[in-house]
């Protein structure tokens, strides 16, 4: 566990900040041209005269992998001078590196090496083992590291290897196969063994009973072990002792006296003070009777101790008789049979089983390692946060984050975890989470999807916490990623099913308020033409559905001021889908507000006006000028910021009021685009019917029927087209529009409105066109209006 997550004074949740240190490896693991350059064959190498002791290479190996991406050879190749550069402790977790690579790791002479999920390392490697061992003292083989074992799952043939490393003092192996001419006499330095998961077949452990300091042996997932019992108990130094099982199927686990060889365990294991039986049935059935515990027991009981040792002197657990006086520093009683962690008296300071929140949270602090042990975990703290309540938040989290970030490739973990991260965080006001606990969780988020992006259930669990975040601005630093990940959950999962409808509307969130540079990386990726994809397939189904209609709402906003976007979509049939919807669905009134935002951005581009310019597509707007309502919305859409439920919540609530005010969107949307068209003037006007006048007096006949305090839904982030359009005196009911536009913003929303015009030179160009002989005294009015208004809110400021 990590220990990273801090329970601050203020109540909230965070993380200690990056040391200095820690942040200058960051900022070179993410600059190494700082200290290396690329070789032609694409490997990294040290520049000359650099120079690196050992305290910086191990600390940037470490630091990598956590600020970076997985090793790989051609950042191992910095290392390849031993004279220049130092190893001694290497941790390896999700690598890639080759045999080669793993080999120049080992010419430093190594002090200690780890490797988990190392999966193109196999056993043909394992001769650098002989080659390199020598200066190892510790040496750990986690899962899919195959140096000593093949890489097939049901291969049990052992490979044949000797432990060369006659300095070790440390050593994990998981799932090797042990052959029966494995030694380990020669290890006199051997504390700690660790056999997790591993097949012993013909070895014995009795080829352990030469080693002195051996003090720590785990055993967990190795069965049948009965037969070995008499040579554990011969290792009398023992402290930590782990017979555990994960899985007590097929027999796993049972034993046939289990309070007779518990108590016989202890008997000769008198110095142990951990121990872990989880998944056994070595608890017992729970009876405690006088007559079950030692005579040790039964000599306290007839002295005269006091009342409080009379009943320390029982236990729920028989065989653990003889340890109520010393009770055992940790007991792991996780699964065990007849639920023996829930029992009352247990002789251990520690206890790691499912009964309660403690409980829970111990065995995720010793089964970190553990992947299947520990998604259960998990489970249960994912039932606790969802029907009961967690005290120790903090550590809860910590245990999450750190169980998802060292098992990354552990699918079934992954999707615990973000289950789990979802009820902590929605049980949480956001504020309580400090910035870089949120991006911790963000990130390790987007790590799992991104490595299981093809599981549904993933992607659901990760878009759904996500959604407890404030979109754009919680995830901007993680931005690009998160669009490619939105992206194969919209156009790769299925057809109409609920992670790609949550996956759109994360998406067109994202979309509706990020900055020009980011919707240019939008439209680098394909939004625009997966959207086109996606409104191509209902449309050959005839199917109308909320992915349709945010579809179209994600291109009006990613259109917003981006020409290239705009001109993707052209480009992609996208004026031909637009008549087909709106033939194929004409009373869907949000899909017509959200196809007509669209076509408004188009319109704002004058290079692509021409391709507007048609008598089919002219008459189409011309017509829908005629829609009417009591509401307006132009510019971005924020139609999605919230989430499918909360779309359908509020259109019921908004009934028929919602209905007129969507269809009045349009008209308003119609003449703009109408308005941007005429302002090129008479001669781009390139079609017969309708004529230019005829659609010119119709617009404005639309925008005198408008209300100017209509509220809007809308996101402006420049005046910069509506300004072009008031200085369009060639044609004056285009700036009529421009400043029925203006002065709508800036009456409904002065706050933010009013500082926009100013700060873009607005009302030197409202003056201009006051001044100016060509426009009809009805546009200057509504021009005056926007300067009052403005003036009042510099009043307004200047008081406040």
């Not at 930590?240 to 000769?268: A, F, K, R, V, W």
């Not at 869907?588 to 391709?611: F, H, I, S, T, Y």
Request: overall charge negative; glycine content about 6%.
């Amino acid at each position: 566990m990590s220990c990273k997550v801090r329970l601050m004074e203020d109540g909230s949740l965070d993380e200690e900040p990056l040391t200095l240190k820690e942040i200058a490896y960051q900022k070179l693991c993410n600059n190494l041209d700082i200290i290396s350059g690329l070789r032609p064959d694409g490997q990294r190498c040290l520049n000359s005269g650099i120079v690196l002791p050992n305290e910086i290479c191990d600390g940037f190996l470490e630091n990598y992998q956590r600020f970076n991406r997985p090793l790989d050879d051609s950042v191992i190749c910095l290392f390849e001078d031993t004279q220049r550069t130092s190893l001694k402790i290497v941790n390896l977790r999700n690598s890639t590196l080759s045999s080669i690579g793993l080999e120049t790791l080992m010419r430093h002479k190594l002090f200690a090496l780890s490797m988990w999920y190392c999966d193109t390392i196999t056993v043909r490697s394992h001769h650098l083992l002989a080659h390199y061992g020598d200066s190892l003292r510790s040496l750990e083989l986690g899962i899919s590291s195959h140096l000593l074992q093949y890489a097939e799952p049901n291969e049990k043939e052992p490979v044949d290897f000797q432990l060369t490393c006659p300095h070790l003092r440390r050593l994990v192996l998981n799932g090797v196969v042990m052959h029966h001419r494995l030694q380990f006499a020669h290890l006199h330095d051997l504390g700690h063994l660790d056999l997790t998961s591993c097949v012993l077949a013909n070895f014995s452990l009795e080829a352990l009973g030469s080693l002195p300091n051996l003090h720590t042996l785990i055993l967990f997932n190795v069965w049948p072990i009965a037969n070995q019992l008499h040579a554990i108990c011969c290792l009398r130094r023992l402290c930590t002792l782990d017979i555990s099982i994960s899985s007590s199927g097929s027999g796993q686990g049972t034993y046939d006296l289990p309070d007779q060889t518990l108590e016989m365990l202890m008997d000769n294991l008198r110095h142990l003070t951990h121990l872990d039986i989880s998944g056994t049935n070595l608890a017992g059935n729970g009876v405690a009777t006088k007559e079950s515990t030692s005579a040790a027991s039964t000599a306290i009981q007839s002295s005269s101790s006091t009342k409080m040792e009379q009943n320390f002197a029982l236990t729920d657990i028989p065989g653990l008789a003889s340890r109520t006086q010393r009770p055992l520093q940790f007991l792991g009683l996780y699964h065990t049979a007849h639920w023996a962690c829930k029992r009352h008296d247990i002789p251990a300071l520690e206890v790691a089983g499912d009964a309660n929140e403690q409980q829970i949270l111990t065995a995720a602090r010793y089964y970190h390692d553990r992947p299947v042990l520990l998604t259960r975990v998990l489970n249960d703290l994912y039932h606790l946060f969802r029907f009961e309540n967690c005290k120790d938040i903090h550590t809860a989290l910590d245990v999450v984050l750190s169980a998802m970030d060292r098992h990354l490739k552990f699918k079934h973990m992954q999707i615990s975890g973000s289950a789990t991260l979802f009820y902590i965080v929605k049980g949480r006001d956001r504020s309580k989470f400090g910035t870089l606990l949120r991006n911790h969780i963000i990130r390790t988020l987007l790590n799992g999807m991104e490595m299981h992006l093809t599981d549904d259930t993933m992607l659901r669990n990760g878009y759904l916490t996500l959604t407890q975040f404030h979109m754009p601005a919680d995830v901007l630093f993680e931005y690009e990623r998160l669009i490619k990940i939105l992206l194969h959950g919209v156009s790769k999962t299925e057809q109409e099913g609920f992670v790609q409808r949550i996956a759109i509307y994360l998406l067109n969130t994202l979309a509706c308020q990020v900055d020009g540079r980011q919707k240019l990386f939008l439209g680098e990726l394909g939004v625009v033409s997966t959207m086109l994809t996606l409104i191509k397939d209902r449309l050959t189904r005839s199917v109308f559905d909320d992915v349709m209609e945010v579809a179209w709402s994600t291109m009006w906003n990613v259109t917003d001021e981006t020409a290239i976007n705009c001109k993707r979509f052209l480009d992609g049939r996208g004026m031909e889908y637009f008549l087909k919807c709106l033939h194929t669905f004409p009373d869907r009134d949000e899909l017509l507000r959200n196809m007509m935002g669209l076509l408004g951005n188009v319109a704002e581009v004058k290079w692509l006006r021409p391709k507007l310019m048609t008598q089919e597509f002219i008459e189409v707007f011309a017509r829908l000028l005629d829609s009417l309502s009591d509401g307006i919305e132009v510019g971005g859409s924020d139609a999605s910021a919230s989430l499918l439920a909360r779309v359908r919540e509020r259109e019921m609530e908004m009934g028929s009021a919602n209905h007129a005010n969507l269809r009045f969107q349009v008209s308003y949307n119609a003449a703009g685009v109408l308005a941007h068209i005429a302002s090129d003037g008479a001669e781009a006007w390139t079609i017969k019917t309708p004529s230019r006048e005829h659609v010119l007096e119709r617009m404005v006949a639309a925008i005198q029927r408008w209300n100017i305090k209509s509220e809007r839904n809308i996101n402006y982030r420049s005046f910069e087209p509506i300004l072009s359009l008031v200085r369009c005196y060639e044609t004056p009911q285009c700036q009529h529009w421009a400043v029925w536009a203006l002065a709508n913003l800036t009456q409904v929303y002065p706050e933010k409105y009013c500082q926009l015009v100013e700060q873009e030179n607005g009302i030197q160009i409202l003056n201009e066109l006051i001044e100016h002989e060509t426009p009809y005294s009805e546009i200057k009015r509504i021009a005056r209006l926007v300067i009052e208004q403005c003036d009042a809110g510099t009043e307004r400021m200047v008081e406040g």
